[in-house]
């Protein structure tokens, strides 16, 4: 009896060793085929909801600038003072970035509901700024503005890259340059407000708010492509060896200083640009805000040309190339900083 109950243990153990192996194929290929079952339309579908995200993103972070003057006096503050805005939103967005990777990992199958979330919440806090009459509460607003805009940045960037995989390249640079296009056009509402209602610009906030809470409202209602889950790249990170480990820890660790560096001399510049102008040209403020709406306007559209470039020229390339473009005219701005038309071309 005790050699045929051993026998009867081994049998049972491989039986619940085979339904082990079969619920982890079929989870691994469910886990597959989720994006594979969406059709290429779908995937548009899908794409152009993170696009309108993403020129959201864009319209809250190009309008800040300009209206800076307005914020300190709203606050009874100096432009000096105010100036740190710019360092607690990004404080904010740096911490958000940290914990949006876990939460989006941890609700895979809910990425396009907290998208919706965060996209609400934001334009929600930045449409209550006219109300703000303190400097402390409006730093502690932009802060959590940051930590809630991250969840934007690596949503869309994370779920369009899940979408489209390996073909991402295009589809990577059009969510750009729709961010590009927020960008332009808010500090092109902002420069019209000061126009047409002065001392009222900070109105802005309501109409970018509206308009952008009611664009993102058929994103919620179409159901999110599922991530994949954190064994997956478990998986493919003992596929590698130890070697080839090390060598994608420090691509990794340059792409981050890069993208540090890159990001944040972007929105300072743009950040700043509408005070420089007023400051050291006396450029009124509606033109002021017109030539911080041209600087994200040519971004845009070097990011649309990137579009097509991006399926024929490889990156490498292309980062050598922008890294060329930006520190001639970085040169211009340096050597011509008195002469207004070459500042302007510089821009």
């Known amino acids: 009896m005790g050699i045929e109950d051993e026998e009867a243990t081994v049998f049972l153990d491989q039986e619940k060793t085979e339904d ?7 989870d691994e290929i469910t886990s597959k085929q989720v994006t594979d079952e969406l059709t290429h339309k779908q995937k548009l579908i899908h794409s152009f909801i993170y696009f309108n995200a993403f020129a959201q993103l864009g319209v809250v972070t190009g309008m800040i600038g300009p209206l800076l003057w307005e914020l300190a006096s709203n606050t009874g503050t100096t432009i000096e003072k105010i100036g740190i805005i710019f360092a607690f939103r990004a404080s904010g967005w740096m911490v958000g970035s940290l914990i949006a990777g876990r939460v989006f990992q941890k609700f895979n199958s809910s990425g396009n509901l907290i998208l919706f979330i965060s996209l609400f919440t934001s334009l929600s806090i930045s449409a209550t700024f006219p109300f703000v009459h303190k400097l402390w509460l409006l730093l502690c607003l932009n802060g959590v503005t940051g930590v809630i805009m991250s969840f934007i ?23 750009h340059f729709s961010f590009g ?18 001392g009222r610009a900070l109105y802005s906030f309501w109409i970018v708010a509206g308009i952008g809470i009611l664009s993102a409202v058929p994103g919620v209602l179409i159901k999110s492509p599922r991530t994949g889950d954190k064994a997956d790249g478990e998986k493919e990170g003992k596929a590698q060896g130890r070697w080839a480990k090390i060598k994608s820890r420090v691509l990794t660790v340059c792409i981050g200083l890069l993208l540090f560096m890159y990001v944040g001399a972007e929105t300072s510049y743009g950040g700043w640009l509408f005070t420089y102008a007023k400051e050291i040209y006396n450029i009124p403020d509606a033109e002021a805000a017109y030539m911080v709406s041209g600087f994200w306007g040519a971004i845009t559209v070097g990011r649309l040309i990137a579009v097509p470039l991006s ?37």
């Open 311 to 347: 399926a024929k020229i490889k990156a490498k390339t292309m980062l050598i190339i922008d890294l060329i473009g930006s520190v001639l005219s970085l040169m211009m701005l340096i050597f011509f900083e008195r002469l207004q038309t070459e500042f302007c071309f510089g821009v």
């Open 153 to 175: 940045d690596v949503g869309g960037n994370t779920l369009i890259l899940y979408i489209w995989k390996d073909k991402v390249g295009p589809y990577l640079q059009a969510l």
């Open 20 to 26: 082990i192996g079969k619920v982890l194929v079929e």
């Open 181 to 198: 296009i927020g960008a332009t056009v808010s500090p092109f509402i902002v420069g019209s407000l000061m126009k047409l209602l002065p």
